[in-house]
C-alpha cells in the first residue's frame, strides 16, 4: 500500500520563501510529482523528482531523497497568486498508478 | 493551453441510470486517466490508459469501466450510478520524452465535470 503525508494548512507572507513537505510509504517507487490547484479548478502540473535531488524551475524548486522517503517543494518571492492547494502524488512501480496525498492549503498573506 | 476537454462539465442525473462521460485530447500523448476528487479524500486514481485498448484500475475502480478505441478519447462509464458516485471527475493525459541523458515530462488535467447522482 501508499501513504503519503502532507501539513494541511500553511500560512507565509508575500515575497518570502515556504517550503511544504511531503512523506511517503510506498510498496513501490518510480517518480514523485507536484501539483498546483487552485479552488475550483483543476490541478496544474508542478514538478517531477525520480533521482535524488533538487530540481528548480523558476521560483518554484521540488527535493527529493528516496532514502527518507521524503519530499519538498519550495517556493521562493511568494505572490498572493499563490494562495493555493499543493498535490503531492506518488507513481508506483507498476505502470501508471498515481497515489496522491491530502493537500496542503497553502494561504500567502499581504 | 494544453489541448485536453471533458465533456459534459456539469450533469445531474439519478440512481441507477448509466452515465457515459469523455475526455478528448489534441496532443496525442500516450497515457490517459480518470480521477475523482471529493473532500477530505484528494484525488483518487480511478482507471488509466497507456494505449489504445490498453488500460489498467486505479485505487478505486469499482462501480466504474473505461475504453480507449482511440488515441485521443478516453471514456468513464458509471453503469448505474450511485449516490456515492457524485464528485468532480478529473481526466489527465501525460507523457514522457527522452532526451539524452533528461527525461521530459508532461502532464495536464481536463477543467473537470462535477456530476451529481440524485
Known amino acids: 500500500g501508499q501513504n503519503i503525508d502532507q501539513p494541511t494548512e500553511m500560512t507565509a507572507t508575500e515575497g518570502a520563501i515556504v517550503q511544504i513537505n511531503c512523506t511517503y510509504q510506498t510498496s513501490g517507487f518510480n517518480g514523485l510529482f507536484w501539483y498546483q490547484q487552485h479552488a475550483g479548478e483543476a490541478p496544474t502540473f508542478l514538478s517531477y523528482?525520480?533521482?535524488?535531488g533538487l530540481e528548480e524551475k523558476g521560483r518554484f524548486s521540488s527535493f527529493l531523497s528516496r532514502s527518507k522517503g521524503y519530499s519538498y517543494l519550495l517556493l521562493k518571492e511568494l505572490q498572493m497568486k499563490d494562495s493555493a492547494s499543493y498535490l503531492c502524488?506518488?507513481?508506483?512501480?507498476?505502470?501508471?498508478?498515481?497515489?496522491f496525498g491530502p493537500g496542503t492549503r497553502l494561504s500567502v498573506l499581504p | 493551453d494544453a489541448g485536453i476537454t471533458q465533456s459534459p462539465r456539469h450533469k445531474v442525473t439519478e440512481t441507477g441510470t448509466p452515465v457515459t462521460l469523455r475526455c478528448h485530447q489534441t496532443e496525442n500523448h500516450r497515457y490517459m486517466y480518470w480521477y475523482r476528487q471529493d473532500p477530505g479524500h484528494g484525488l483518487r486514481l480511478i482507471h488509466y490508459?497507456?494505449?489504445?485498448?490498453?488500460?489498467d484500475k486505479g485505487e478505486v475502480s469499482d462501480g466504474y469501466s473505461v475504453s480507449r478505441s482511440k488515441t485521443e478519447d478516453f471514456l468513464l462509464t458509471l453503469e448505474s450510478a450511485t449516490s456515492s458516485q457524485t464528485s468532480v471527475y478529473f481526466c489527465a493525459i501525460s507523457e514522457e520524452f527522452l532526451t539524452g541523458r533528461t527525461t521530459l515530462y508532461e502532464q495536464y488535467f481536463g477543467p473537470g465535470t462535477r456530476l451529481t447522482v440524485t
Open positions: 523528482n525520480v533521482l535524488d
Open positions: 502524488a506518488v507513481r508506483d512501480n507498476y505502470g501508471q498508478n498515481f497515489v
Open positions: 490508459s497507456y494505449g489504445v485498448k490498453d488500460t
